[in-house]
Nanobody
């Protein structure tokens, strides 16, 4: 069992930055492949980025590549999402999740989820 808690969301102007945190408790976090997803109103949940157990391998959706950076600190049981050059289309609830099995970009492949943190980017 793993409990995930996201934080760091808020309201920011276009072009601004935010850093999201995903803090884990329960089983050792270092054994989990972790992803950030987001869901905008009326849209399906989509993957933003993921990171492997050691942090040596990452993936980014094309829409955020070059602007967002995922990282992790296993000693602190935390995964981060640094978001720069934010755009209004980045507005969504952001979730972190731990991978179970299946396609890495599919939300159904992930089992433990946080409650989400709202990110709103104004134009």
């Amino acid at each position: 069992q793993v409990e995930l808690v996201e934080s760091g969301g808020g309201l920011v102007q276009a072009g601004g930055s935010l850093r999201l945190s995903c803090a884990a408790s329960g089983r050792p976090f270092s054994s989990y492949f972790v992803a950030w997803f987001r869901q905008a109103p009326g849209k399906e949940r989509e993957i933003v980025a993921n990171i492997n157990w050691s942090g040596s391998s990452t993936y980014y959706a094309d829409s955020v590549k070059g602007r967002f950076t995922i990282s992790r600190d296993n000693a602190k049981n935390t995964v981060y999402l640094q978001m720069n050059s934010l755009k209004p289309e980045d507005t969504a609830v952001y979730y972190c999740a731990t991978y179970r099995s299946g396609p890495l970009s599919t939300s159904s492949s992930y089992d433990y989820w946080g409650q989400g943190t709202q990110v709103t980017v104004s134009s």
